[in-house]
């Protein structure tokens, strides 16, 4: 037996006293102990403050992105070790790599956002507001990081997952963490972070770990601190109504176990795709991890009509499933995490049971391969029937964290998305029909109720991840009893953990404080094309004021001839009547295009390519004798990673440069608008 050790404050120590024992699920045996008694947690939250707070947020988002990547190729190398670890925790291969490559696979996703963030240490939000007539007084947002730590308290069933998918959020944003795992399988999170640790990719002080029960570790957090819970809605009420949490207004964030549910449609019938599909779905969630999911299915709603049918369907099914050793072949569903949550299980079916009996599953007399049934946490699959589920409502308001899931009858779609909704709030449901009105109208009534909603049927099942598997680029959380967090949710997620203050002044001022052109702003003009310029060389706010041309209406002709574009306000003076136009009006696309020729330079030079069009407003219409000029403005500048490993583009030193387009006429009015994206060579 081991015990333990937490890392704090840049070392491993353990924790004083016995600790927390942790036992095998399957043989029962006592494995490790885990202790965080006598640690002090305001120097380990002060640590993270002062030491990996700095060291994060310095870095830019980019430095941040390529270092979770380098992290996630770490652990994949190392990844059949954690395995072995896992199988303690009762899991078989299948729910271990949801939990061990599904955690890695999120800093891979978290790792991919830079490319959406510019390469700067903060985030410039949304669009400029103008505040006064004249333009000389703006505003805008900014966001930075918080100054604070993360303090992530996980539950059980993922150590791995869990952790992961929460630092892989805040490290990308430039916040430090502190992981408070389960004290019952945190021995599968510490095998992580000492190879997490060993590794040096990760700046001091950016990681640390509490491996027991972390009683106090909220006393000392602080109004830049974040606290994440996911658990029980039990626990998580009691941590959002620390004193410490309200006294300082402290962001939490919980993901509660919540009674998810799973609809066939009525148009799901027995020989249809969507039934067999919905059978699957819902065996599967019973059964992996041993019902041990915060989005596992709890309630199964189908039609009053169907009702003996999936029952029947369902319960074959189930009784398909091999419990035992994961470690035996043929086995395909584990164990509890320990005899102590067996015991918790057990006690909320004697609750369910009182009004929904047993269909499927007998808890005293089931076969465990490999193993020894008393010793280990076993416990078959499990299906409760409720024939009244708008009278017996135990269901919708109890959950038994194992795999057990209730079959109940509805009369109409109206009462089963009245059904779903009974839940009080959970992370997803999944409807399963193929009947796009149906489809439309579970979600647009049950998405208040519901963080994530499921859409199965047979256009989606080949590549679906399933009812079961919260994405790290879509948010994961619920309203209500799910605890009204929104976990992950790419961009969102990072959004989290920065501070977002408005800042107002003068176009020229901005641009110097975030680094990108504001309309109204300083424009530098200098005696060099700056298309001849690499991209080290260019300036935010540098500006080429070209020749003008005058339009005429050849350039209509030609221009509809070369395109193809022959629309009546182009060509036909006679059908204007009631359009906007006085007169025959020259393209958008020809303004824009005669844009490009006017400031282009032809000869080669640094600029490599055109890259793209982000947005393009034609704002006042060109008829033939006008005369229009370009302002060209270096509107932001985003650096790019070069692979020497790979051909072409990506091998060369590059960036992209976001160019303001402002086509003026005669009068000096604006005709066209637009950003434009160019990508520019390095010097080096």
Same mark, same amino acid.
């Given at each position: 037996?081991?015990?333990?050790?937490?890392?704090?404050?840049?070392?491993?120590?353990?924790?004083?006293?016995?600790?927390?024992?942790?036992?095998?699920?399957?043989?029962?045996?006592?494995?490790?102990?885990?202790?965080?008694?006598?640690?002090?947690?305001?120097?380990?939250?002060?640590?993270?403050?002062?030491?990996?707070?700095?060291?994060?947020?310095?870095?830019?988002?980019?430095?941040?992105?390529?270092?979770?990547?380098?992290?996630?190729?770490?652990?994949?190398?190392?990844?059949?070790?954690?395995?072995?670890?896992?199988?303690?925790?009762?899991?078989?291969?299948?729910?271990?790599?949801?939990?061990?490559?599904?955690?890695?696979?999120?800093?891979?996703?978290?790792?991919?956002?830079?490319?959406?963030?510019?390469?700067?240490?903060?985030?410039?939000?949304?669009?400029?507001?103008?505040?006064?007539?004249?333009?000389?007084?703006?505003?805008?947002?900014?966001?930075?990081?918080?100054?604070?730590? &993360?303090?992530?308290?996980?539950?059980?069933?993922?150590?791995?997952?869990?952790?992961?998918?929460?630092?892989?959020?805040?490290?990308?944003?430039?916040?430090?963490?502190?992981?408070?795992?389960?004290?019952?399988?945190?021995?599968? =999170?510490?095998?992580?972070?000492?190879?997490?640790?060993?590794? /040096?990719?990760?700046? %001091?002080?950016?990681?640390?770990?509490?491996?027991?029960?972390?009683?106090?570790?909220?006393?000392?957090?602080?109004?830049?601190?974040?606290?994440?819970?996911?658990?029980?809605?039990?626990?998580?009420?009691?941590?959002?109504?620390?004193?410490?949490?309200?006294?300082?207004?402290?962001?939490?964030?919980?993901?509660?176990?919540?009674?998810?549910?799973?609809?066939?449609?009525?148009?799901?019938?027995?020989?249809?795709?969507?039934?067999?599909?919905?059978?699957?779905?819902?065996?599967?969630?019973?059964?992996? $991890?041993?019902?041990? $999911?915060?989005?596992?299915?709890?309630?199964?709603?189908?039609?009053?009509?169907?009702?003996?049918?999936?029952?029947?369907?369902?319960?074959? %099914?189930?009784?398909?499933?091999?419990?035992?050793?994961?470690?035996?072949?043929?086995?395909?569903?584990?164990?509890?995490?320990?005899?102590?949550?067996?015991?918790?299980?057990?006690?909320?079916?004697?609750?369910? !049971?009182?009004?929904?009996?047993?269909? &499927?599953?007998?808890?005293?007399?089931?076969?465990?391969?490999?193993?020894?049934?008393?010793?280990?946490?076993?416990?078959?699959?499990?299906?409760?029937?409720?024939?009244?589920?708008?009278?017996?409502?135990?269901?919708?308001? =109890?959950?038994?964290?194992?795999?057990?899931?209730?079959?109940?009858?509805?009369?109409?779609?109206?009462?089963?998305?009245?059904?779903?909704?009974?839940?009080?709030?959970?992370?997803?449901?999944?409807?399963?029909?193929?009947?796009? $009105?149906?489809?439309?109208?579970?979600?647009?009534?049950?998405? &208040?109720?519901?963080?994530?909603?499921?859409?199965?049927?047979?256009?989606?099942?080949?590549?679906?991840?399933?009812?079961?598997?919260?994405?790290?680029?879509?948010?994961?959380? /619920?309203?209500?009893?799910?605890?009204?967090?929104?976990?992950?949710?790419?961009?969102? /997620?990072?959004?989290?953990?920065?501070?977002? !203050?408005?800042?107002?002044?003068?176009?020229?001022?901005?641009?110097?404080?975030?680094?990108?052109?504001?309309?109204?702003?300083?424009?530098?003009?200098?005696?060099?094309?700056?298309?001849?310029?690499?991209?080290?060389?260019?300036?935010?706010?540098?500006?080429?004021?070209?020749?003008?041309?005058?339009?005429?209406?050849?350039?209509?002709?030609?221009?509809?001839?070369?395109?193809?574009?022959?629309?009546?306000?182009?060509?036909?003076?006679?059908?204007?009547?009631? =359009?906007?136009?006085?007169?025959?009006?020259?393209?958008?696309?020809?303004?824009?295009?005669?844009? &490009?020729?006017?400031?282009?330079?032809?000869?080669?030079?640094?600029?490599?390519?055109?890259?793209?069009?982000?947005?393009?407003?034609?704002?006042?219409?060109?008829?033939?004798?006008? =005369?229009?000029?370009?302002?060209?403005?270096?509107? %932001?500048?985003?650096?790019?990673?070069?692979?020497?490993? $790979?051909?072409?583009?990506?091998?060369?030193?590059?960036?992209?440069?976001?160019?303001?387009?402002?086509?003026?006429?005669?009068? /000096?009015?604006?005709?066209?608008?637009?950003?434009?994206?160019?990508?520019?060579?390095?010097?080096?």
């Amino acid at each position: 037996m081991q015990q333990l050790q937490n890392y704090i404050l840049g070392q491993w120590m353990p924790g004083s006293g016995d600790g927390m024992p942790q036992y095998h699920a399957i043989s029962g045996e006592l494995i490790s102990t885990a202790s965080s008694e006598g640690l002090d947690f305001a120097a380990i939250l002060e640590y993270g403050r002062r030491t990996g707070n700095p060291a994060l947020r310095h870095m830019t988002f980019h430095e941040r992105g390529r270092m979770l990547k380098a992290l996630a190729l770490y652990l994949l190398d190392r990844k059949e070790k954690y395995y072995q670890v896992s199988h303690m925790t009762g899991a078989t291969r299948v729910d271990s790599w949801v939990d061990i490559e599904g955690g890695i696979g999120n800093l891979f996703a978290n790792s991919s956002l830079r490319r959406r963030f510019p390469n700067e240490t903060y985030y410039v939000e949304g669009e400029t507001v103008r505040l006064s007539k004249e333009n000389t007084f703006i505003g805008h947002h900014i966001l930075v990081p918080k100054r604070g730590v &993360a303090v992530h308290i996980n539950a059980f069933n993922f150590p791995i997952w869990g952790m992961l998918e929460k630092i892989a959020v805040n490290l990308m944003a430039g916040v430090p963490a502190v992981v408070k795992p389960s004290e019952q399988t945190s021995f599968l =999170t510490e095998a992580m972070v000492r190879d997490i640790i060993a590794s /040096g990719i990760l700046p %001091e002080g950016a990681l640390q770990l509490v491996v027991g029960t972390g009683r106090g570790i909220l006393d000392p957090v602080q109004s830049q601190d974040v606290v994440t819970f996911t658990g029980s809605a039990e626990t998580g009420r009691k941590l959002r109504a620390h004193p410490t949490i309200i006294e300082h207004s402290v962001p939490f964030t919980m993901e509660a176990d919540s009674l998810n549910a799973a609809i066939l449609a009525e148009d799901a019938v027995p020989g249809t795709p969507e039934f067999d599909l919905f059978i699957k779905e819902c065996r599967r969630e019973i059964v992996t $991890k041993a019902g041990q $999911k915060c989005t596992a299915i709890r309630r199964i709603i189908v039609p009053e009509n169907l009702l003996e049918e999936v029952q029947k369907a369902l319960s074959k %099914e189930l009784a398909k499933t091999v419990v035992g050793d994961p470690a035996v072949e043929g086995v395909r569903m584990g164990a509890l995490i320990n005899r102590q949550q067996l015991e918790r299980v057990r006690e909320k079916l004697a609750l369910l !049971t009182k009004e929904t009996p047993v269909v &499927a599953g007998n808890l005293e007399a089931f076969e465990v391969v490999g193993a020894e049934r008393e010793k280990g946490a076993f416990i078959p699959p499990v299906l409760l029937l409720n024939d009244r589920p708008f009278s017996k409502k135990l269901t919708h308001e =109890t959950e038994c964290f194992g795999p057990v899931s209730t079959l109940m009858p509805y009369k109409s779609m109206q009462e089963a998305i009245e059904l779903a909704n009974m839940g009080k709030g959970s992370l997803v449901s999944t409807i399963c029909t193929i009947d796009p $009105k149906t489809m439309r109208e579970y979600v647009l009534e049950a998405a &208040a109720f519901h963080g994530r909603i499921h859409i199965l049927n047979r256009t989606s099942a080949k590549e679906s991840t399933g009812h079961g598997s919260p994405m790290p680029l879509l948010v994961h959380g /619920g309203p209500g009893r799910a605890g009204g967090g929104e976990e992950m949710g790419g961009m969102r /997620g990072v959004l989290h953990y920065l501070q977002r !203050t408005a800042i107002q002044g003068h176009p020229t001022d901005l641009t110097a404080v975030t680094n990108q052109y504001q309309v109204g702003g300083a424009q530098t003009e200098t005696p060099v094309h700056p298309f001849k310029k690499h991209f080290e060389d260019l300036f935010v706010g540098e500006t080429l004021i070209t020749a003008k041309h005058t339009v005429s209406e050849a350039d209509i002709h030609n221009f509809a001839n070369v395109s193809g574009d022959n629309f009546y306000a182009h060509m036909d003076e006679t059908a204007l009547e009631g =359009t906007p136009f006085t007169r025959r009006v020259a393209h958008g696309y020809f303004v824009l295009s005669k844009a &490009a020729g006017l400031f282009v330079d032809a000869k080669k030079g640094p600029v490599l390519l055109n890259y793209g069009l982000d947005e393009c407003r034609f704002t006042k219409p060109v008829y033939p004798g006008m =005369t229009i000029g370009v302002k060209l403005t270096v509107k %932001e500048k985003i650096d790019q990673e070069t692979d020497p490993s $790979k051909e072409g583009v990506a091998a060369i030193p590059r960036g992209i440069v976001k160019w303001l387009v402002d086509v003026y006429d005669e009068t /000096g009015e604006t005709v066209a608008v637009a950003t434009i994206l160019t990508m520019v060579r390095k010097r080096v």
